[in-house]
């Protein structure tokens, strides 16, 4: 039985929902960004389940973590899906559902996510972009 889950991002924590193929929906979990707990939870989801993820500052460990887990992640577009939710009221519960809804109904609007080794490539930049990230105190 195929498992379409959505994960609502948060600094500290994400909410994650299930649907199956029949359209049964589980109870949202939060799950503390602590890493072990992070993935003792992925652990526990169904084998090879895809879970839609949105485009967030701090998605990169979130989709490492789902690859590794054994998992097929799928990164949404945040502002279309936003719009194909059509949802009024903004909640982590709602939006981890509403992108669970999409990805079972195949009308995710995607994101393409580079291999881990080109996502590591591409972060360094990034980090020039953060005084001091990176920066070692003893180089002159």
């Known amino acids: 039985m195929n498992h379409y889950i959505g994960c609502d991002v948060h600094k500290k924590y994400s909410v994650f929902t299930e649907i199956d193929e029949r359209g049964n929906v589980s109870s949202p979990r939060r799950v503390e960004h602590e890493m072990e707990v992070f993935r003792s939870f992925l652990s526990g989801l169904p084998a090879d389940s895809q879970i839609a993820v949105e485009t967030t500052g701090n998605w990169y460990w979130v989709i490492d973590e789902m690859e590794r887990a054994g998992h097929s992640p ?11 939710m059509g949802q009024i009221n903004k909640t982590d519960k709602l939006d981890a ?24 490539q591409r972060e360094l930049p990034r ?9 070692h105190e003893d180089c002159s």
């Open 74 to 84: 799928a990164l949404a577009h945040a502002m279309k899906s936003k719009l194909m």
């Open 97 to 120: 559902r509403g992108l669970a809804t999409l990805l079972r109904n195949g009308t995710l609007p995607s994101v393409w996510i580079p291999k881990g080794e080109l996502r590591n």
């Open 127 to 135: 980090m020039r972009l953060v005084p001091g990230a990176g920066a």
